[in-house]
C-alpha cells in the first residue's frame, strides 16, 4: 500500500526536485572549462525518477529541457532498465538519438540509494569541438559524417571509474581536447552533485514518503494541465512558414502545422513540412517534441515548473525522412531554424483563441557568428569564438515587444562579457546597441534587433548562421513585420559582402563584422498606438523621427514633441 502524504510535506520535496536541480546547474557552470559554458550558460540539467521521469529541473536552455528525460528513455528501450549500474556515467550525441546537433553532449548518471535505482541526473552542454571537418559546426555540412565523431550510448565511467580509453578517444578527436574532457568533466561533478543531493533527500524521507509526494505532484500537474486545454474551443488551427534554405543555397523549405484540441488533449501534426534536406537544417524527431513541449509551455500553465505530468495533454506526429524527424545520413549542425519557427507557429495558429497570451513572432533564431583561426596574441594558438546573437520579441496584447533579447530556444543563454570576449579572442567589439526601427509597428511595438560590429585583428575564416529573412517576425492583429537580419563584411581594400550563411570566408586582420539582427512583430494596428508612447520611442531611440511619421502616423517636431495638428491629419489621411 502506498504511503499517504500531507501536502506541506509535497511542496517541501517538489522544491527540493528544483533546488536539487539548480545546484547540479551550478556546479556545471562553475566547473567548466569553455567561455560558451562558464559565460554563455549553454548547458541544461534535469532531475529524473527511476522509470524516465522528470522530477526537477533548472532554469537553463528550453530547447533542452524537453528531452532528456527521452534520452534516458531511449537507452532504456534499447538495453533495458536493468542496464543502468550503480557508479556507471553514460555519454551520448548521436543526432537521431538525442534530437540536436553533435556538439550538444549528453552525459546521464543513474543514482542509487541502498541498491535501488531510484532516479537519474541529466545534463546536456555544448562542447566547442567534436571533430567535424571544420571547426565547431560546418554551415555547408551535407552529412552527418562531416559534422564530428557520432556517440550512441557509451560507459564513460563504470563501477565509478572513469574509462580513461574512451576519454582518451574523446580527447583526440576535438580540436580543444583538454578543454572537451575538462567540460565532460563539470557535467560529471553536476551529476555527482544531483547524486549527492538525492541520496540526502532520500536519507531524509524515506522511499515511500517521496514517491507518494512524486505522485501527487504529477496528478496536480496533468489535471491543471488538461483543464487549461479543456478551457479552449475544441477544432483544428493551422499556420505556415518558410526557412530561408539549407544552408545549401535550396528554395525555401515549408513549416507546416495542424494543432488539434480535442477535450483536454492537444496535437500538433508536422505533415506537410519539408523532406529531409540536404543542408544541415535537420533534427531528430526527439528535439521536435521537445520544441513543441517549449510551444505549449508558453501558452499552457507557464507558471507551473515542467515535471512528469506536465505534457501528458500533449501529442507530436512527424512523417519520417521530414526536416522534423531525420534519418541518416542527413545533417544536423544547424537543427535548431526550423524549431524556432515551429514554436511561433504554435503560438499563431491559437492566437485567435487565446489572445490574451499569444504574441507576434520573435526573430527567430539564433544568428550565431564564427570567427576561428590563429590567435598572434598567444604564440599561434588557435581559437574558436561562437557567439549566438540577440534580437526582437513579438508585442503582445498588452506591451511592446522585449528588444535584445535571446531567442525562444536558447532561453537563459547570456551574452560573453566584452572583457571576457576581447581578452579570450583576436577580436575587438567596436560597437553594440539595439537596432532602431526594426521592431514590427503595432498598438503595441514589437522589440528592436541588435547591432554589433566587430574587428577582426588576426587572420581568420568567418562561419555565419543567420535565418529568418524570408519568413521575417510577424505581427499579430494588424501588427506589421519586424526587419529580417543582415549581415555585412568589409574586408580590407574589398567590396562589400552581404552575407547570412557561409561556411569558412577568409578575413584578413583588419576585416570588420557588421551584424543586424531582425526585430519583433507589432500587435494591434499602429495607429492606435498613444502619440505621447510614440514620443517616448523616439526619445529612447527605439524609433526615428521618420519611422513615427511613416508607420505610426504620429508627427515628431524638432524639438521632440507631438504635433497633435500633424499627427490628426496623418492619421485621419
Known sequence: MMASVDPITT??????????????????????????????????????????????????????????????????DEHGWDYFKDGDVFYMNDSYMTGTHLNDSTIIMPIFWRGSRVGFAASRAHWLDVGAKDPGTPVDSHEIYQEGMRWGPTRLYEDGKPREDVIDLLRRNSRFGEATVGDMNAQVAAGRTGEIRMRALFDRFGEEIIWAARDQIFKQTEQ?????????????????????????????????????????????DLAGSAAQARGPVNCGFTQTIAAARVAYKLLICSEVSPNGGSFRPLEVTAPERTIFSAQEPAACGWYFSSLGLLIDLVIKALAPVMPEKAAAAHYGDSMVITVAGLDTRNDDEFYLMIEPTTGGWGASDSSDGESSLINNVNGSFKDIPVEVFESKYPLQLLSYGIRQDSGGAGKYRGGNGTYREYLVDADSDLFLWFERSKTTAWGL????????????????????LELLKVNGVKVPAGTVIRSRTGGGGGYGNSYDREPEAVRQDVLDRFVSIEHARSAYGVEITSDLN????????????
Open 11 to 76: 511542496e517541501i520535496i517538489r522544491n527540493a526536485f528544483i533546488s536539487i536541480a539548480k545546484d547540479m546547474n551550478a556546479t556545471l557552470i562553475r566547473s567548466a572549462f569553455t567561455p560558451v559554458i562558464y559565460e554563455g550558460k549553454d548547458c541544461s540539467v534535469a532531475l529524473i525518477d527511476a522509470q524516465g521521469e522528470v522530477l526537477g529541473q533548472s532554469l537553463g536552455l528550453p530547447l533542452f529541457l524537453g528531452n532528456l528525460e527521452i534520452c534516458v528513455k531511449l537507452i532504456a
Open 224 to 268: 491543471l494541465e488538461r483543464d487549461a486545454v479543456a478551457n479552449l474551443p475544441d477544432g483544428t488551427y493551422s499556420a505556415d512558414g518558410f526557412l530561408d534554405d539549407d544552408g545549401l543555397g535550396s528554395d525555401p523549405l515549408p513549416v507546416k502545422l495542424e494543432l488539434t484540441i480535442a477535450g483536454d488533449a492537444m496535437t500538433i
Open 477 to 496: 492583429f494588424d501588427g506589421q513585420n519586424g526587419l529580417p537580419p543582415l549581415v555585412v563584411v568589409e574586408r580590407p581594400g574589398e567590396e562589400k
Open 562 to 573: 507631438v504635433d497633435s495638428k500633424a499627427t490628426a491629419k496623418l492619421r485621419s489621411a
